[in-house]
């Protein structure tokens, strides 16, 4: 069982937008600002797609965006397109540790 | 940009120690600031951090595989590895190496595109 919560899947028609969450406690996603999501395409490197929350790295699309309130982040993939599907992973710094979500599965219908 | 690349078996037997390695490019594992680590994937679930090792000897594992676990740096290579010891077939997943930069270690701004490796007789 993974350390955070995600759903496991999500999708949504392209140009849509889609919402994935992240839930964890005060002792990770709650206690610090150090959330990040990773975007998987089986066979290719993991992308990072935001960092500490709401900071996109140099190349990701303003698309993409990242928020948080309390013990739960969340990814938000506007005016989705069909490259957007793949896995989203959410990701805490919890203190002398890491830890991940169990993935969501994004499908664009 | 650093570009990393595992590499080692695919299949090992259970209570074998499992040796992987990730060779780096675009950035030297010596300089200072930036922390090199291994995570996996088991089938089908979630991410899990493993470890890291930084300043080319210090290093910090998940306290859950801490026993297990060794990682090493090859500074003549550019390289860092993992050992794995005492497998048994929950050890089975996908591994990557990642990096991450700055004064700690918070996110993953670079990884390898993993390695399958099987436990199993």
């Known amino acids: 069982q993974s350390a955070l919560t995600q759903p496991p899947s999500a999708s949504g028609s392209p140009g849509q937008s889609v919402t994935i969450s992240c839930t964890g406690t005060s002792s990770d996603v709650g206690g610090y600002n150090y959330v990040s999501w990773y975007q998987l395409h089986p066979g290719k490197a993991p992308k990072l797609m935001i960092y500490e929350v709401s900071k996109r790295p140099s190349g990701v699309p303003d698309r993409f965006s990242g928020s948080k309130s309390g013990n739960t982040a969340s990814l938000t993939v506007s005016g989705l397109q069909a490259e957007d599907e793949a896995d989203y992973y959410c990701s805490s710094y919890g203190g002398s540790t890491l830890v991940f979500g169990g993935g969501t599965k994004l499908t664009v219908l | 940009q650093v570009q990393l690349q595992e590499s080692g078996p695919g299949l090992v037997k259970p209570s074998q120690t499992l040796s992987l390695t990730c060779t780096v490019s675009?950035?030297?594992?010596?300089?200072?600031?930036?922390?090199w680590s291994w995570i996996r994937q088991h089938p089908g679930k979630g991410l899990e951090w493993i470890g890291y090792?930084?300043?080319?000897?210090?290093?910090h594992y998940n306290p859950s595989l801490k026993s297990r676990v060794t990682i090493s740096p090859d500074t003549s290579k550019n390289q860092f590895s993992l050992k794995l010891s005492s497998l048994t077939a929950a050890d089975t997943a996908v591994y990557f190496c990642?990096?991450?930069?700055?004064?700690?270690?918070?996110?993953?701004?670079?990884w390898g595109q993993g390695t399958l490796v099987t436990v199993s007789s």
């Open positions: 990642a990096s991450c930069s700055g004064g700690s270690c918070h996110h993953f701004e670079n």
């Open positions: 675009g950035g030297s594992i010596s300089s200072g600031g930036y922390f």
């Open positions: 090792i930084y300043y080319r000897v210090s290093t």
